[in-house]
């Protein structure tokens, strides 16, 4: 049987201060995030050209955010644009509000 390589996996941790979406599985897709001030829209960094790698080189520990999104020991934060941080296996959404609601919107392929 085929492996499923299209599988995207959101992990999603809402507070009362912030909402942090770690998207993994793929890197082609976009974030639409809504709350109280309104609508904003995640995309991937630029930077990310390249499929994600299934090396057994990737780290978990690449990329600048911690848990709930607060900076991390482990790694700087390039590859990072206004919300967004480069993960070993995807990207992390460090949104600044509570979402009242959010939509992930695939590429084609």
């Known amino acids: 049987m085929d492996e ?25 897709v976009a974030v639409v995030v809504r709350s109280a001030s309104g609508e904003r829209i995640y995309l991937p960094p630029e930077s990310f050209d390249e499929p994600v790698s299934d090396s057994p080189y990737s780290s978990p520990y ?7 999104g607060e900076e991390s020991p482990y790694g700087g934060g390039s590859g990072s644009t206004r919300g967004v941080t480069e993960t070993a296996d995807g990207f992390r959404i460090t949104h600044p509000e ?9 590429g084609d392929e």
């Open 4 to 28: 499923v390589k299209d599988e995207i996996n959101i992990d999603t941790r809402v507070t009362g201060e912030r909402t942090v979406i770690d998207v993994t599985g793929t890197r082609d």
């Open 62 to 68: 690449q990329g600048g955010s911690g848990i709930d």
């Open 98 to 106: 509570t979402a009242t609601e959010f939509d992930v919107y695939r």
